[in-house]
């Protein structure tokens, strides 16, 4: 029932459009009600044996063309405008799972195949624009017709019309339990198809790996298992389709039968007239077409069912991390950041990934923070936009908790710049203007500038906007870099997280990059995730952090001295950098 709630609610901002649409189809059926007794007077009164009542031929003719004006038009409204509607309420179902998706967690995404999602926000919705559409179209002109030859051929033979309607409601049980098997079967191509979309975004956005290690035919081996999973359940489903509606052909026969065996019997005792027995058969027709919409509608439902369901089940997942009733909107962040007694697991009853974490970082500190790997440094990191929800303890900006902050406000503040830097298809000056929507070319150019990114840019063919492909792919490492650091010049936050940003890099690349870090990192307060520990001696404090939480921390002189696990770390990548 909430589902079906929910799916009314989406006619509301078309419900002139839907009430219209309805008028439209029962009047067009209506007018197909009317054919068959048009031609039951022409048979019985305009034709006889002294001739053809020519006026009565030509007022009939008259009503005919009248009706089929009628029709058409009707036809034509429920055809355009009713599709149409269905097409905004299916975009309108895609803008809200859309938005649904991009608010839940990270947590969510991490367990999540993309395929599967493109699916439910794409194909799925296919089938529910239909269902909004033809859903209730269908069933008025069903009911409509159904009811109106019913009172219609009882007023002419009670005992041939009881002969239909005894068979129709088998008929509709029929439907009705083959309709529910073509649902499972439908949804279960959906989850197949969905299957199949997620293993070939993973092959593809892998190509270059698949390619390098030459693995073409594992990829091509669980395309094929993919693809033989949903051949087998398309079968089925053809299996159960054909069942379907050869059973609603050999029903359509045996009324017609029944029709013709019971009237013959009928006219040999004159309780029927031939002319009666035409008309009752031009309604059976003007009865099987709403039968094989309610069959039609019973597919649309079970396909949109299956739909709705699937799109529900994701709308249903709630958002572990969102804005409390009484958060607040954060402004003049000064950037002081303390975490108290944090800890952190990914799943309840898994191990803590962080545990009694206590740090104060000041407003424009520069901390760096490094371990082993799987010690947590980035997920200490993704804390502070919450991205990740603390499991315990509390971490502030400020003073303030950020669970009492706005999320929008929250991350509005800090700027990230990763290792595997995410540049969205589009133009140099688009993905620059991801940082700040809305500003201005001048504003753009000195974010590169500063970024050291404007040289490389005003060689390229187009300057600000070259085109760079999927993920930046015709750029450098480097290059990609620095335009991820001008993004975040241009958002200008007072908080900055750098997650081994440098290690993927050259010498040459990492030098200039670096220095475009120093700049962005003037008066901010800074977490580095240092992989190279080079890139960190001149840090105010660095953390080394460990299984058990924080194990050391202080400058790189003054750690060194310790002759602890930093010291450690930093005698391991010297010599390494020193073997001949």
Known sequence: MNNLGKFLSYYKPYRKVLFADLFFASLASITVLAYPLLINQITTKAISDEGIATELVIKMAGIFLLLMIVEYASN?????????????????????????????????????????????????????????????????????????????????????????????????????????????????????????????????????????????????????????????????????EALFFNGLTGFTAFINISVVIVGAVLISYHQLLVTELLTFLLYINTLIDPVKRLVNFTQNLQNGVAGFERFMEILNIEPDIADAPDALVSSRVKGKVEFINVGFQYAVGSHYVLSRINLKVNPGEYVALVGSSGVGKTTLCSLIPRFYETSEGTIEIDGTDIKKIKLKSLRDQIGIVQQDVYLFSGTIKENILYGKPGATDEDVIEAAKHANAHKFIMELPDGYDTYIGQRGIKLSGGQKQRISIARVFLKNPPILIFDEATSALDNESERVVQESFDKLAKNRTTFVIAHRLSTIRSADRIIVLSGQGIAEEGTHVKLLESNGIYAKFYRMQYDQANVP
Not at 145 to 161: E, H, V
Not at 221 to 235: C, I, V
Request: hydrophobic letters at 40%; aromatic letters at 12%.
């Open 76 to 240: 034509f409204y429920t055809d355009y405008f009713g599709h149409v509607m269905g097409a905004r309420m299916e975009s309108d179902m895609r803008s809200d799972l859309f938005q649904h998706v991009q608010k839940l967690s990270f947590n969510y995404h991490d367990n999540t195949r993309t395929g599967q999602l493109m699916s439910r926000i794409t194909t799925d919705l296919f089938d529910i624009s239909e269902l909004a559409h033809h859903g209730p179209e269908d069933t008025v002109i069903s009911l409509v017709r159904i009811a109106g030859s019913f009172c219609i051929l009882l007023s002419i033979n009670w005992p041939l019309t009881l002969t239909i309607f005894l068979i129709l409601p088998i008929m509709l049980i029929f439907a009705y339990h083959y309709s529910v098997k073509m649902k499972h079967a439908l949804k279960k191509n959906k989850e197949r198809i969905a299957d199949i979309n997620s293993q070939i975004e993973d092959s593809l956005a892998g190509i270059r790996v698949v390619q390098a290690f030459a693995n073409e035919e594992i990829e091509m081996d669980k395309f094929r298992s993919s693809s033989s999973r949903f051949l087998e359940s398309r079968k089925n489903t053809y299996w159960v």
